[in-house]
Nanobody, 127 residues
């Protein structure tokens, strides 16, 4: 069971990036997948979560309206499209497999609800 996040980099404020999370070793279509981020000196923050069907998704208040999560089950991949990036979005971004197919509203942003984590990809927003 493995998750591999990629797509991070350096971008100017107001710019866009698309992160990818490639899964292997399990039946990807049966699980929700979450995105978290961790800035230096801060705790891990839930950013978004997409259900197994893609029809029930969650976003943190800090990214809602700017980030969009999607999935392509044929490619075993989840994407996080990040637009209108701000310096405060700078962090290492991780994807993780949720403990089930349908995330729960009050729990999707809790790291203990995920059992497998990718290695992280660094996003730096700076001019």
């Amino acid at each position: 069971v493995q998750l591999q996040a990629s797509g991070g980099g350096l971008v100017q404020p107001g710019g866009s990036l698309r992160l990818s999370c490639a899964a292997s070793g399990f039946r990807f279509a049966g699980y929700a997948v979450g995105w978290f981020r961790q800035a230096p000196g801060k705790g891990r923050e839930g950013v978004s979560c997409i259900s197994s069907s893609g029809g029930r998704n969650f976003y943190s208040a800090s990214v809602k309206g700017r980030f969009t999560v999607s999935r392509e089950d044929a490619e075993d991949t989840v994407y996080l499209q990040m637009n209108s990036l701000k310096p405060e979005d700078t962090a290492t971004y991780y994807c993780a497999r949720y403990l089930g197919s349908h995330p729960i509203a009050g729990l999707w942003a809790t790291p203990s609800q995920y059992d497998t984590w990718g290695q992280g990809t660094l996003v730096t927003v700076s001019s």
